[in-house]
């Protein structure tokens, strides 16, 4: 398929943002497609080479580019650079540069959308010492054949900024107008795409298969299945009256959702966004197959640090230290974790999906052997608002963050977000009864819209008894932009080239200011934190005190002096009083 159709489609799709026509744009450019090249076109409409849990990553900077376009057009690269000056787009530079070329040179050959996705793809995979080079000599091949359109989206793609802002279901509605003439047969290719996370392979089989081949699309083992989500419900009492009277109670542990596909030996982790994390977690890797028994499974489990010695769930932030590409053998032993499992989509060839949540569970329970690795998320079926609020603190207690709520008699629906599901947890704004006046210690510049501001701020107790200030967390939200410029006003005059000695935090700002300011901000929790240096050590060894989802409430304390700002010992009391007072009706 000649590639300028599909530059052609990029042009008018980029000069467009309405839905309805971008869909006959892509309906016009599906019916123009040849069925074997249907899932590269989608791929490629998307900025993509493979579906995201593959990971395959373009990875090519502007610099290379520039250079490519220099290779094969003769122009000196800062003639190129300064095209892209004024434009601010390279594919816009090398159009104009191949512009002035073309008219010297005889176009070579047409390219294909097969040749361009063949060479992409070369690309993603060239390694190793000489990868700049191969790299470059693959783009300037591209360039040699390119007219500037074809050019411009050649680059685009390559340098990831081709953004067409079209939606998968956008994606999908076409294929269903374009494969079937009825576009509400969307549905069902959604359905495929939940099960599949790989939009490039349901638009191959509707366009080989039809729509009976969407009908009957199957799980395939190591492709991750869209996950299903909880709506969150405020009370008890609002669980009962959409779930009825009787449904199971789960803890809702304060980890990472992971998606376990195994085959004997054979083992891949998802991520609840659907990217292979195997590599942070070899622990997983190595000991969950000793604990499946069956043939092949696919299950959800959701992954907590735990202390070694008592046993107790850790918070998330623990989690973040296996985040890591070297030395993970380290992270490994110092940062151990459990697998706790909660539901299971496919067994021995076949899907689970529509079998009732209760089915699932007692599958699960047959599949997985418990150890002290791998275990069941606890459950408890519950009737009344009694027998929830018991178990809300029971699993508050064991440090988790509330409970989810399923009904027992539904299916599992991948991808959305329905009302089968429905989780309770401490409501999140300023449950900690009361505000919290904070020191601003650090900044972090901002991107986008809050560019040339400090789009987030580190921000400190006051510890009395050392009579320093202590990191507690970082905030970026509840800033309005002019409250951005007026802390920008303010915080600009305090900064300092060195960290005041007072300010103690592991955590490294790009600015640091003179501990004065004081802002108040609100959060729906306090956490023990690795990091965070507040109240360390004071309830756990190596631990100190962190603020979950904090906001910045509006309000700059001028009147208060940063020794005037909240203490460590009124986080302690806090923190304290929040496990009692988790399971008061109020509060939930
Ligand atoms: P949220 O992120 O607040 O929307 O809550 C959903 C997340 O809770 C999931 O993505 C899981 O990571 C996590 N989770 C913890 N415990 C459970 C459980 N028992 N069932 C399902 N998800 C759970």
């Known amino acids: 398929m000649e590639y300028s159709i599909l530059a052609d489609s990029f042009f008018k799709m980029e000069s467009t943002t309405k839905r309805l026509e971008l869909t006959k744009i892509l309906v016009e450019l599906f019916e123009k497609t040849?069925?074997?090249?249907?899932?590269?076109?989608?791929?490629?409409?998307?900025?993509?080479?493979?579906?995201?849990?593959?990971?395959?990553?373009?990875?090519?900077?502007?610099?290379?580019?520039?250079?490519?376009?220099?290779?094969?057009?003769?122009?000196?690269?800062k003639k190129i650079e300064e095209e892209y000056r004024k434009g601010g787009d390279i594919g816009h530079a090398a159009s104009i540069i191949l512009e002035q070329k073309t008219q010297t040179t005889f176009l070579v050959e047409d390219i294909t959308v097969e040749r361009v996705y063949e060479t992409l793809l070369k690309i993603s995979k060239s390694e190793g010492s000489r990868s700049q080079d191969m790299k470059m000599k693959y783009i300037s091949s591209l360039l040699n054949d390119a007219t500037p359109l074809e050019a411009i989206y050649i680059l685009k793609i390559l340098l990831g900024t081709l953004r067409l802002g079209i939606a998968e279901n956008t994606v999908m509605d076409a294929l269903a107008v374009a494969f079937s003439g009825n576009k509400d047969n969307r549905k069902i290719l959604e359905h495929a795409y939940n099960v599949s996370s790989d939009l490039g392979k349901v638009a191959e089989t509707i366009a080989t298969k039809g729509i009976a081949g969407i009908e009957e699309f199957e799980i395939i083992l190591f492709n991750p299945i869209r996950p299903m989500l909880a709506d969150r419900v405020k009370s008890e009492q609002e669980a009962i009256e959409r779930l009825g009277n009787e449904f199971a109670a789960e803890y809702k542990l304060d980890g990472?959702?992971?998606?376990?596909?195994?085959?004997?030996?054979?083992?891949?982790?998802?991520?609840?966004?659907?990217?292979?994390?195997?590599?942070?977690?070899?622990?997983?890797?190595?000991?969950?197959?000793?604990?499946?028994?069956?043939d092949n499974a696919i299950l959800e489990a959701e992954i907590v640090a735990v202390n070694e010695n008592t046993g107790e769930f850790l918070p998330f932030q623990e989690l973040m230290h296996r985040r890591r590409k070297y030395k993970i053998e380290k992270a490994v032993s110092q940062y151990p974790i459990t697998v706790n499992f909660f539901d299971v989509l496919f067994s021995n060839e076949k899907s689970c999906l529509e079998l009732s949540y209760a089915q699932r569970r007692e599958k699960l329970e047959k599949i997985v052997k418990e150890d002290d690795f791998a275990r069941y998320i606890p459950m408890e079926i519950v009737r009344n608002e009694n027998e929830i609020e018991d178990f809300l603190e029971n699993s508050i207690n064991a440090g988790s963050e509330g409970l989810m709520l399923k009904q027992l008699d539904k299916p599992y629906q991948a991808g959305s977000r329905g009302s089968y599901w429905l989780k309770l947890k401490r409501e999140y704004q300023n449950k900690l009864g009361d505000?919290?006046?904070?020191?601003?210690?650090?900044?972090?510049?901002?991107?986008?819209?809050?560019?040339?501001?400090?789009?987030?701020?580190?921000?400190?107790?006051?510890?009395?008894?050392?009579?320093?200030?202590?990191?507690?967390?970082?905030?970026?939200?509840?800033?309005?932009?002019?409250?951005?410029d007026q802390l920008y006003q303010i915080l600009n005059p305090k900064v300092t080239i060195k960290k005041n000695p007072r300010i103690i935090s592991e955590m490294e700002a790009d600015v640091w200011f003179e501990p004065e300011l004081v802002i108040e901000v609100v959060a729906s929790e306090i956490t023990l934190s690795p990091i965070h240096k507040a109240a360390r050590d004071k309830i756990r060894k190596g631990a100190g005190l962190a603020?979950?989802?904090?906001?910045?409430?509006?309000?700059?304390?001028?009147?208060?002096?940063?020794?005037?700002?909240?203490?460590?010992?009124?986080?302690?009391?806090?923190?304290?009083?929040?496990?009692?007072?988790?399971?008061?009706?109020?509060?939930?």
């Open 34 to 77: 040849p069925h074997e090249v249907i899932s590269k076109i989608v791929y490629l409409l998307q900025g993509k080479l493979r579906p995201d849990f593959e990971g395959i990553e373009l990875g090519v900077a502007e610099k290379l580019a520039i250079r490519a376009i220099s290779k094969s057009s003769g122009i000196p690269i």
């Open 256 to 294: 990472e959702r992971v998606q376990i596909h195994v085959e004997e030996e054979k083992v891949a982790l998802f991520s609840r966004s659907l990217e292979n994390i195997s590599s942070y977690y070899p622990d997983i890797i190595e000991k969950i197959p000793k604990a499946i028994q069956a």
């Open 435 to 484: 505000s919290l006046d904070l020191v601003v210690v650090g900044g972090f510049f901002g991107k986008g819209r809050r560019t040339g501001n400090y789009g987030t701020l580190l921000l400190a107790t006051y510890d009395e008894d050392e009579d320093v200030f202590t990191s507690i967390c970082k905030v970026g939200t509840g800033f309005s932009d002019e409250s951005l």
């Open 547 to 588: 603020l979950r989802f904090p906001k910045f409430t509006g309000k700059i304390r001028v009147e208060k002096t940063a020794e005037d700002a909240s203490t460590n010992e009124e986080m302690i009391t806090l923190y304290k009083g929040q496990k009692k007072v988790a399971h008061d009706k109020n509060l939930i």
